[in-house]
């Protein structure tokens, strides 16, 4: 009778055993998959600060300024779910009113030639996040092509804003020929985006702008040659004035 008490009290420990370790490694299982995700909301968190702190205000489009700022508060919100003691609640909070004053800017930024650079690799960045949540499903295709025209476009001004920044200063610099490469350059680019997009306006003044330059160039050339033959001119009237005073005094000696 004892043995049977021994075998079933020790079938139940193995049980209780097998059930601990099953417990245990349910328990760890979901504790890697924690500390998976908010390894991905942190790395998330970190690339949507930097993506929403480098852009000047009022630069990015209202949809794709929503997108940013919502993508920054759900994140922190999961954030907060996950890890209630650190301050991800109040991080929400000033994003979200960040948001609505950036809302009320009403004139989009312009940008120089150092804030083009900048901006250039955060829409790249941006632009693969919302491409890899259309793959995923997570993102609607509707949406996320939308999102995605709003970043060609701005990657498209952002270097055509910085090489007509560079073209100026050649201009300052009286450097025409410089001037008329960075504007030619900005609009191939404007050209090659014709079959996307309406850029017939910009093209225009580009072009005018070239032409003017173009003359100008011509003009200061032309000025320049003529200050060359002027002074050709002038060296050989004093050589030969030089020499009419070889020959009077040859004439005198004689």
Same mark, same amino acid.
């Given at each position: ?5 021994? =075998? ?21 299982? /979901? ?6 995700? =908010? ?15 480098? =852009? ?37 909070? &000033? ?7 950036? /809302?009320?800017?009403? &004139? ?6 150092t804030q083009a650079a900048q901006v250039q690799p955060l829409l790249q960045e941006l632009s693969r996040y919302i491409s890899t949540q259309a793959e995923s499903g997570r993102l609607a295709k509707p949406q996320a092509s939308r999102l995605l025209g709003l970043c060609r476009k701005l990657l498209l001004q ?15 610099? *009286? ?38 330059? &173009?003359? &100008? ?18 060296? /050989?009237? *004093? ?16």
């Amino acid at each position: 009778m004892s043995s049977i008490y021994i =075998m079933i009290a020790f079938a139940a420990l193995l049980t209780a055993l097998v059930c601990y370790a099953f417990i245990n490694q349910q328990l760890a299982k /979901k504790r890697k998959q924690r500390l998976r995700l =908010m390894h991905a909301l942190n790395q998330r968190l970190d690339l949507f600060k930097h993506i929403a702190g480098g =852009m000047p205000a009022g630069y990015l489009p209202p949809e794709l300024n929503a997108f940013t700022h919502q993508i920054l508060i759900n994140t922190l919100e999961q954030l907060a779910k996950l890890a209630p003691k650190k301050n991800h609640s109040a991080e929400a909070t &000033e994003y979200q009113q960040r948001f609505e004053a950036s /809302k009320e800017v009403s &004139e989009r930024a312009r940008l120089n030639a150092t804030q083009a650079a900048q901006v250039q690799p955060l829409l790249q960045e941006l632009s693969r996040y919302i491409s890899t949540q259309a793959e995923s499903g997570r993102l609607a295709k509707p949406q996320a092509s939308r999102l995605l025209g709003l970043c060609r476009k701005l990657l498209l001004q952002s270097t055509i804003e910085g090489y007509v920044q560079q073209a100026k200063q050649a201009q300052t610099d *009286n450097k025409l020929r410089l001037a008329i490469h960075h504007y030619s350059t900005a609009r191939k680019l404007l050209l090659k985006e014709a079959g996307q997009q309406d850029v017939s306006k910009q093209v225009a003044q580009l072009s005018a702008v070239i032409t003017k330059l &173009e003359h &100008e160039h011509a003009a200061q050339n032309q000025s320049t040659a003529d200050d060359t033959d002027d002074a050709e001119a002038n060296k /050989k009237w *004093n050589e030969f004035e030089d020499n009419g005073d070889d020959w009077k005094k040859k004439q005198i000696y004689d």
